[in-house]
């Protein structure tokens, strides 16, 4: 199984928005609403901030959201700050009852 | 709080086998499945399969069978992951998950993480 295709790096200033994407197929993203979001300072291991497409865990902000359009998921980051500098997955479960995840992107806040 | 505690680095040769363990406080260990994942330096998650830790129950991508044995200690609350067969491609920090959402039921996504294992594999 090929990776979900993620956009190598992204950037913004502190206080816009930006949009990250996540591209899968059928079997996977566009098949299931088990799409989920992490985020992965350098050094230490990822934390979760997206499950089920849109949910948030309790204690992340609500400044990150998560939807899907067809094969396609995004993570929206509001009011971009200095700490979400970091790598960011998405992964999905798959139609071979697996998990697969996206080569990541790296969001640098300018 | 849930805590997941894993093993030590470890320096392995080709064609060795090594073992990480990864400890769970602070939860019911019976009640959630515990994955295990990897990644290799400067690269993405890679996900390797899960463990029932009640049942003894496991999964594991196709990439990983035959090479890949998950199992679980009950009386010391604890998971462990075996690798054969290394090779250098396997160098990777090795991560063990679980979320507690839901008692036994198996979920797509991961709360709570070890602090992951380094795993060298170098002649």
């Given at each position: 199984q090929s990776a979900l295709t993620q956009p190598a790096s992204v950037s913004g200033?502190?206080?816009?928005s930006i949009t990250l994407s996540c591209t899968g197929t059928g079997r996977d993203v566009g098949g299931y609403n088990y799409v989920s979001w992490y985020q992965q300072h350098p050094g230490t291991a990822p934390k979760l901030i997206i499950y089920d497409v849109t949910?948030?865990?309790?204690g992340v902000s609500n400044r990150f959201s998560g939807?899907?359009?067809g094969d396609t998921a995004s993570l929206t980051i509001s009011g971009l700050q200095a700490g979400d500098e970091a790598d960011y997955y998405c992964s999905s479960y798959t139609s071979r009852n697996t998990l697969l995840f996206g080569g990541g992107t790296k969001l640098t806040v300018l | 709080q849930?805590?997941?505690?894993?093993?030590?680095?470890?320096v392995k040769k080709p064609g060795a086998s090594v073992k990480v363990s990864c400890k769970a406080s602070g939860y019911s260990f019976t009640g959630y499945y515990i994955h295990w994942l990897r990644q290799?330096?400067?690269?993405?998650l890679e996900w390797m399969g899960w463990i029932n830790p009640n049942s003894g129950t496991t999964r594991y991508t196709q990439q990983f069978q035959g090479r890949v044995t998950m199992t679980s200690d009950t009386s010391v609350s604890s998971a462990?992951?075996?690798?054969?067969?290394?090779r250098s491609?396997?160098?990777?920090?090795?991560y063990c998950a679980t979320i507690t959402m839901f008692r036994g039921v198996i979920l797509p996504y991961f709360e709570y993480w070890g602090q992951g294992a380094l795993v060298t594999v170098s002649s």
């Open positions: 200033a502190p206080g816009q949910n948030r865990p309790s939807s899907k359009s | 849930v805590q997941l505690v894993q093993s030590g680095a470890e290799a330096p400067g690269q993405g462990y992951m075996e690798l054969s067969r290394l491609a396997d160098t990777a920090v090795y």
